[in-house]
């Protein structure tokens, strides 16, 4: 049973460019959330995404963006890179429900320069 | 605003101490709280996850407490191993999202 599966693991952008990263979440899980981690700092919310649509949203402006597929895999598209938005990018799967557990991917280190 | 504060931010123990991790939240309305550890640079692994109305929650080294109505949870653990090294986070879970804390990085000396 594969677990959560993020790629790619490592990405260079440079300022201005947009990115997509992606997820597949563990199998029989339908909600996909997403995090912003700095250096030395816990999980930043993104979105979450359940049923193709996003659930709720955290305190990112509109250059964040996702996309929920069918098969419940995720998108996370970022424009208009800037130097702060070097991060690790987690995703993360859940079944939805009371106790929502969380499954983490091995994240997207993502290196704007 | 629900705030996650996690103490201490850094700890360093000889191998075979026991040790707590502390995590405390503002908002007593959760519906309940994971703990997960992270290794540099990676995904996070989910250690305990306890539900609002549990007390704790135990798996082999590790026990995880939970006092809801002082917004305050504990990590112990037993017998340290310095395979316990990484950074371990608490996070509580509102109607949608869970909100981390900072996290502490755990040193665990051969």
Excluded: M
């Excluded at chain 1, 693991?9 to 909600?31: E, M, Y």
């Excluded at chain 2, 395979?83 to 990085?105: E, M, N, P, Q």
Aim: hydrophobic share 30%; net charge neutral.
């Amino acid at each position: 049973d594969a677990g959560v599966t993020q790629s790619p693991t490592h990405l260079i952008k440079t300022r201005g460019q947009q990115v997509t990263l992606r997820c597949s979440p563990k199998s029989g899980h339908d909600t996909v959330s997403w995090y912003q981690q700095a250096l030395g700092q816990g999980p930043q919310f993104i979105f979450q995404y359940y049923e193709e649509e996003e659930r709720q949203r955290g305190n990112f402006p509109d250059r964040f963006s996702g996309h929920q597929f069918p098969n419940y895999s995720s998108e996370l598209n970022v424009n208009a890179l800037l130097l702060g938005d070097s991060a690790l990018y987690l995703c993360a799967s859940s079944f939805t429900g009371v106790t929502q557990k969380l499954f983490f991917g091995s994240g997207t280190q993502l290196s704007v320069l | 605003k629900q705030e996650v504060t996690q103490i201490p931010a850094a700890l360093s123990v000889p191998e075979g101490e026991n040790l707590v991790l502390n995590c405390s939240f503002t908002d007593s309305a959760i519906y309940n709280l994971q703990w997960f550890r992270q290794d540099p640079g990676k995904g996070l692994t989910s250690l305990l996850l306890i539900q609002s109305s549990q007390r704790e929650q135990t798996s082999g080294r590790l026990n995880a407490s939970l006092d809801k109505s002082s917004g305050r949870s504990t990590l112990y653990i037993a017998a340290s191993q310095p395979g316990d090294s990484a950074t371990y986070l608490c996070a509580v879970k509102g109607t949608y999202k869970y909100i981390f804390g900072t996290g502490t990085r755990l040193k665990v000396l051969a």
